[in-house]
C-alpha cells in the first residue's frame, strides 16, 4: 500500500515568519498536533509541533505573539513521497521517533501522515502499532 492512499491531503501549512500565537491557534483549531513550515513557493522549511510551541516558545517565557514560527520550528526533517510504501514510512517513524511525516513530492508538502492515520488501516495495525510502541518505549527511557 501507497502512501498516498492513507495521508492526510488536507495540509494546513504556516510561513515561517507568521507568530507562534498564530501556529497555535491553527493546531487547536484543526485538531492537528504539527505543522509544516513553508516558503512562499510552497517548498518545506521545517515543522512545528505543539511541544515544540510549550518547550521552545512558552516554558522559555517567550511572547508567542511576538515570535516568528522560524525561531522554534524543527529543521532536521524526515518526509517521504506519496509513492512510497507504508511500510517504509513506519520504519521511519519508528527509528526517527516521529509521530507525523511529511508527504513530499517536487519539493513540495502535498500530505502529512501520521501514526493515527496508519493505525485507521487495518492492513496496518502491526506496523502502526510497532511503530508506536518503539516511539514510546524510547520517549520514557532514562
Not at 59 to 88: F, G, H, Q, T
Not at 106 to 125: E, F, I, P, Q, W
Request: glycine share 4%; with cysteine; aromatic share 0%.
Amino acid at each position: 500500500m501507497q502512501v498516498r492512499e492513507l495521508m492526510n491531503q488536507n495540509v494546513i501549512s504556516i510561513s515561517p515568519d507568521e507568530s507562534v500565537s498564530l501556529a497555535a491557534r491553527l493546531i487547536s483549531r484543526h485538531n492537528i498536533g504539527a505543522l509544516p513550515v513553508c516558503g512562499d513557493d510552497g517548498t518545506l522549511r521545517g515543522v512545528v509541533t505543539d511541544r515544540d510551541i510549550v518547550l521552545r516558545c512558552i516554558a522559555a517565557e517567550e511572547n508567542p505573539k511576538d515570535m516568528p514560527v522560524r525561531n522554534i520550528m524543527s529543521r532536521s526533517l524526515s518526509v517521504i513521497a506519496p509513492e512510497d510504501d507504508v511500510r517504509a514510512a513506519t520504519h521511519l517513524m519508528s527509528e526517527k521517533q516521529i509521530r507525523r511525516l511529511p508527504v513530499v513530492e517536487r519539493n513540495k508538502v502535498v500530505g502529512m501522515l501520521s501514526l493515527g492515520d496508519l493505525a485507521k488501516c487495518n492492513k496496518c495495525d502491526m506496523e502502526a502499532s510497532k511503530a508506536l510502541s518503539e516511539i514510546s518505549e524510547n520517549v520514557h527511557k532514562p
